[in-house]
């Protein structure tokens, strides 16, 4: 059995890998690793299973619990925000009212923009001055505000 042993680490490796490919949370690729270095070790005369085994836990346990925080870290997606996200909070006029079946338009900036009211049931006119709360796609989310 312990000459086959480097064909048990070489399927656990691929195994590890194939399983990565199909997740981007860098989970098996630890185990990978472990597997790879026992594969390596496998090839020493003498090296029985349970030691490999020792390795193959050590090394995916380590590299685990030190690597892993430092290239999710490094992996990090940041969040891009734009110029667009800018415009939540701008106070903007209606040009073209909008109601629960029909977007309206805003003009804030210069710049009309397609838009459709927090609340769909509750119409807002054109000419009323309104809020933008979100953006969802190219429209914006919008809510009437009332003067006193």
């Known amino acids: 059995m312990l000459e086959y042993m480097w064909v048990v680490w070489l399927v656990v490796f691929v195994l590890a890998l194939m399983i990565e490919t199909l997740s981007s949370e860098l989970v098996s690729v630890w185990f990978a690793a472990g597997a790879l270095i026992a594969l390596i070790v496998s090839f020493i005369p003498q090296t029985t299973w349970w030691i490999q085994l020792v390795i193959f836990a050590v090394i995916s346990v380590a590299s685990l619990v ?7 870290r490094a992996l990090k997606r940041t969040v891009v925000s734009s110029n667009v996200d800018e415009l939540i909070h701008k106070k903007g006029r209606m040009t073209k009212g909008c109601d629960e079946f029909n977007h309206g338009e805003v003009k804030i900036g210069g710049v009309l923009w397609t838009a459709y009211a927090s609340d769909e049931k509750t119409p807002i006119d054109a000419g009323a001055v309104v809020e933008v709360l979100a953006i969802e796609g190219n429209k914006l989310v919008v809510k009437e505000i009332k003067s006193n």
């Open 66 to 72: 030190c690597l892993r925080p430092i290239i999710h």
